[in-house]
């Protein structure tokens, strides 16, 4: 087989079907959000509407709702060839994770139903719009009260596996493992929308809507980018040449010389991957899960206080300045020891690093 430096990326049909699927994954998100925006879905009906407002909503914008709900549903189709990629390339990882990459498919396709099925539900809410408001109301709350353990499940799935991946070429960034760790954590909270109808954590509120949304549209264009991003059946050669390494030639004993109109082809030398993420993994997944718990506390104070601005205009007068000033400057001075306490003690000196230490604790 002979290959010339400029010739097209040899890829099997397998590959170019997977480029496919994963190249659909951005217009599917698009017809995901414009449908709901259609809909009137975004932002999501109010938890504490009653029967007569909900059924007010389906009888006042019909025909609008329908459309946005097809357009989602057109979109969702995109769910099923992303999950197929990725356990396709699950399946690649190094000692092999079988069972992770299974587990992955199965809770991707319960996701997939979870994502059709409200949808279908919401279509029978639109389909007479003279019904009952009570029973209306009900379809409403069955198309949003849904289940996100599935879509919890082929994260943690998904973030384990790429964590044991030891072969010489991960699949998958490693970093792609904390971002489906995060994802798990956002998650989280809409195991509680059941049991509110007001605030963040209602089925309109900003920790089971707002924040779920984002990152489900944000982790389909992740998830879709990250197996051709660093896929392991690809290749690249030098001088701009990609081959598949189902087309590379099979090693021989003795070397097989050119002739004067083939270019012989070496594959590229194994190297060490020098770039890293500093720090060990632990104190980044720590790192994320803080940032993240602060991120929830503000946007649930945000919310709150969008709700009820007097009230926090009121508690105000109530507050320290100077309890706050000095609790600012304790944190930063606990900090400042900690940072100096790791830095003398690269350096050596372990006497100095413990007074940092223990100045650390005294503040």
């Known amino acids: 087989m002979t290959f010339t430096p400029n010739s097209p990326a040899r890829l099997t049909v397998s590959e170019r079907i997977e480029r496919a699927c ?23 009906v109010p938890a504490d509407y009653s029967a007569t407002e909900v059924a007010a909503f389906y009888r006042d914008g019909t025909n609008l709702i329908r459309l946005g709900i097809v357009l989602t549903l057109i979109g969702f189709m995109v769910w099923g060839p992303l999950i197929v990629v990725i356990t396709r390339q699950m399946l ?69 596996a790429v964590l044991l991946d030891t072969g010489p070429t991960p699949v998958f960034p490693r970093w792609l493992a904390y971002f489906n760790l995060l994802e798990c954590f956002l998650f989280l909270p809409a195991m509680l929308l059941t049991f509110f109808k007001t605030g963040p954590f209602a089925y309109h509120g900003l920790l089971v809507f707002w924040v779920p949304l984002g990152v489900f549209g944000l982790w389909m264009l992740v998830m879709a980018w990250g197996p051709t991003g660093r896929s392991s059946a690809i290749s690249s050669w030098p001088g701009g040449l990609t081959v598949s390494r189902a087309c590379m030639l099979p090693e021989r004993s003795a070397p097989v010389q ?4 083939a270019v012989r082809l070496e594959a590229p030398e194994s190297h060490p991957r020098t770039g890293h993420v500093p720090g060990a993994a632990g104190v980044w997944v720590l790192l994320l899960g803080e940032m993240s718990m602060f991120g929830l506390f503000f946007g649930i104070f945000m919310d709150a206080r969008a709700g009820d601005r007097e009230l926090f205009a009121r508690s105000q ?13 304790v944190l930063l001075a606990s900090s400042l020891f900690v940072v100096q306490g790791v830095r003398v003690a690269r350096g050596g000196e372990a006497g100095r690093a413990s007074r940092f230490v223990t100045g650390q604790v005294f503040v």
């Open 317 to 329: 007068q109530n507050l320290s300045v100077t309890i706050g000033l000095v609790n600012t400057v």
């Open 92 to 160: 690649r990882i190094r000692p092999e994770q079988k069972a992770l990459a299974y587990l992955q498919f199965g809770a991707g396709l319960a996701a997939w139903q979870f994502l059709l099925v409200p949808l279908l539900v919401l279509a029978a809410a639109t389909f007479r719009p003279e019904r009952n408001p009570e029973v209306k109301q009900a379809l409403h709350d069955l198309g949003w009260i849904m289940p996100f353990m599935p879509f919890v499940l082929q994260s943690f799935a998904i973030a384990l």
């Open 22 to 44: 994963v190249t659909c994954v951005p217009l599917g998100v698009l017809l995901m959000f414009v449908g709901l925006l259609t809909a009137g879905y975004i932002p999501a």
């Open 258 to 261: 050119p002739s004067s109109s």
